[in-house]
């Protein structure tokens, strides 16, 4: 391990790097040693591999949402449900009701970035006004079929809390 004044000889192992520097001051026996954490690229690619996949998976599980069957007290017509969605995140709420009923949904939140759609079960047909491209903020409407009805609820930019009513008679 014999060098010239002011050389830099390296020794590497799996976990680590060993820097040798001697200065022109030092005698050979009086070395800097400086240790430096050094990873190899295939425990680095791993690592981020994990970190991404367990990233993914957390992303995919939140942005799932709610989903609730909501239920009337007995002897009320409406309800109302408080609630937040994160950023691509969709909340289902799943309503039963019966041809020829009137149903009355309302959101609200502070920056008025919640809205929702209505879907008829199996979430293929949407009802009018409270389709995807709707965004809709209040819908009012005769209900065309015996049905469990499935309120969407997302946001239009970033997370959004919000307050949902919904009327059935």
């Known amino acids: 391990m014999r060098c010239r004044r002011g050389c830099l000889r390296r020794v590497r192992s799996e976990s680590y790097t060993l820097t040798y520097r001697k200065s022109k001051r ?15 690229a295939r425990a680095t690619k791993r690592v981020m591999t994990a970190l991404f996949a367990g990233a993914l998976a957390a992303g995919l599980v939140f942005a ?6 909501v239920r009337f007290a007995r002897g009320t017509s409406s309800t109302t449900i408080t609630g937040a969605v994160i ?24 920056e008025k970035n919640a809205v929702f ?14 389709g995807d491209g709707d ?3 209040k819908w009012s409407g005769e209900l065309p079929a015996d049905s469990e009805y499935v309120i969407v609820v997302g946001g239009t930019r970033g997370n ?7 009327t059935i008679k």
């Open 26 to 40: 030092e005698s050979n026996s009086e070395r800097g040693l400086m240790v430096k954490q050094f990873k190899s």
């Open 64 to 69: 799932e949402g709610v989903k609730k069957k």
């Open 135 to 137: 965004d809709a903020m």
């Open 117 to 130: 759609q209505i879907y008829l079960a199996g979430e293929q047909e949407s009802l009018p006004g409270a």
């Open 87 to 110: 950023r691509g995140g969709r909340d289902r709420y799943y309503v039963g009701a019966k041809k020829g009923q009137t149903m009355s949904v309302k959101i609200t939140s502070h």
């Open 160 to 166: 959004a809390s919000y307050t949902l009513t919904i």
